[in-house]
């Protein structure tokens, strides 16, 4: 998606700054407002207002402020949708952010633990880190999230494979 001169936009690969909302259901009809995700790393400048060498001031949301912020509340939903589709450009899968979040409250590398993860699951081997886990069980969720992300199938979904070293 790239915009004309005028503001409007026009399908394209070769000057494109983003894509239409990755979450319509429905195919956005000429002259129709929608939102645009902008591609990572195409703002050249962020402030209170932001601007794009494909973006005239004059089509700037700041312009007509009053117009937008009467037909748009950007809310902390639209703020958790942002952060999920930014993600989703990143290439990270729910399944993966869920781990990687995981991971951050037990204080492990998320790359460690799906090493050990993926140990525990090919040959039985348990995670024992100097008593760091004790008391540690993995949460509802993991093993299902765990599949998603490696594609393997694992069995047995009851077990923890943390082990204090006592």
Do not use: N
Request: glycine letters at 6%.
């Amino acid at each position: 998606m790239y915009l004309l001169p005028d503001g409007r936009a026009a399908k394209g690969k070769e000057k494109a700054v983003g894509i239409v909302d990755p979450f319509l259901t429905v195919s956005v009809k000429e002259g129709q407002r929608f939102l645009l995700v902008v591609y990572p790393r195409k703002i050249t400048s962020l402030r209170h207002v932001w601007s794009h060498p494909a973006f005239p001031e004059e089509h700037h949301p700041a312009f007509h402020k009053e117009e937008v912020a009467s037909e748009l509340e950007f809310t902390e939903a639209h703020r958790e949708l942002a952060d999920k589709v930014a993600k989703r450009l990143q290439g990270i899968t729910p399944s993966q952010q869920w781990l990687k979040e995981y991971a951050e409250r037990i204080d492990v590398s998320y790359d460690d633990l799906m090493e050990h993860t993926k140990e525990y699951v090919d040959h039985g081997y348990s995670w024992s880190d100097g008593g760091k886990f004790e008391g540690e069980s993995l949460p509802d969720g993991f093993w299902e999230h765990y599949e998603k992300v490696t594609g393997t199938e694992v069995e047995d979904k009851t077990t923890s494979f943390f082990s204090c070293s006592c």
